[in-house]
């Protein structure tokens, strides 16, 4: 069972949860810190500071995508040093790879790219942790794929993400075997809370349905993970990206209360 170790946090399928948190995209730079700061302090610990600079992969042209690398870098480099967090970002071309490991701890590989070659060699050779987030459309078993890539560049940080499967045309289910499944490679494995809730419903904006966050998060914390990554803001319903599926500070507290006390049982409970 591996151990990937960012700053003095040590993420492992067998040691306490890792929340992985922030806003789904940089709104502004006032925003982002405020959320930051009110997230720090309800995490307290474990906890590794999220951002996208640009959401590539927005429904349509009109969709808000950020400020880009060169000031969403720099915000999130204010972040980090401000709060003393080690931070997460997404990568989209193999050319942003170098340039956000400048800032980034860890570089997340969507899941729509996630059998790039060239964007998961970029992202190895950089010698960072890389997250890797299983595709929609790929079965857990394939992600061996991803690993071996990145293994190929010696580059052996690697956290490995679900965030749900397609069902159909419009709807994410999560199967949770894929979580033990993937739990096998030995690597770190992480539940993707907000966008394992999204309703893929090929209009303007991407659905969701957050009545399921807690079951969800519960469910996947009592399989013994190393993590769970989701998406905040003060004001879901004024999010810019994925406001359907984004908690507010009152669900995130729920959320680290119900699913840190199952994981702290399950993990002295049995060996993982």
């Known amino acids: 069972m591996k151990t990937i170790k960012v700053g003095n946090i040590k993420i492992a399928n067998n040691l306490p949860l890792v929340f992985i948190g922030g806003t789904c995209v940089i709104e502004s730079r006032e925003n982002y810190l405020k959320t930051a700061k009110k997230l720090k302090s309800l995490v307290k610990e474990n906890f590794i500071l999220k951002a996208s600079f640009d959401k590539a992969n927005r429904s349509t042209l009109q969709a808000f995508r950020g400020p880009g690398i060169d000031d969403g870098l720099n915000i999130l480099e204010e972040a980090k040093n401000t709060f003393k967090l080690p931070v997460l970002t997404d990568i989209h071309e193999p050319w942003q790879a170098e340039v956000a490991a400048e800032v980034a701890d860890i570089l997340q590989i969507p899941a729509f790219l996630c059998r790039q070659t060239d964007l998961l060699i970029a992202a190895a050779r950089t010698?960072?942790?890389?997250?890797?987030?299983?595709?929609?459309?790929?079965?857990?078993?394939?992600?061996?794929h991803a690993i071996k890539k990145i293994e190929a560049c010696g580059n052996t940080n690697i956290l490995l993400t679900e965030r749900g499967s397609c069902f159909g045309y419009g709807d994410l289910v999560v199967d949770m075997r894929s979580l033990e499944i993937m739990k096998k490679t030995g690597y770190p494995v992480i539940f993707d809370?907000?966008?394992?809730?999204?309703?893929?419903?090929?209009?303007?904006?991407?659905?969701?349905?957050?009545?399921?966050?807690?079951?969800?998060?519960?469910?996947?914390s009592a399989l013994g993970i190393a993590g769970i990554f989701f998406e905040a803001h003060?004001?879901?319903?004024?999010?810019?990206?994925?406001?359907a599926n984004s908690l507010d500070f009152k669900e995130v507290k729920t959320l680290l209360e119900q699913t840190r006390q199952i994981d702290n049982l399950v993990k002295k409970w049995k060996k993982i």
Do not use: C, V, W
């Open 127 to 144: 010698g960072k942790i890389i997250n890797i987030k299983k595709g929609q459309f790929l079965a857990p078993q394939a992600i061996t």
């Open 193 to 220: 809370l907000t966008h394992s809730m999204q309703k893929p419903t090929g209009l303007e904006r991407t659905g969701g349905d957050k009545s399921f966050a807690m079951a969800l998060g519960r469910s996947a």
């Open 234 to 243: 003060e004001d879901p319903s004024k999010a810019l990206s994925d406001s």
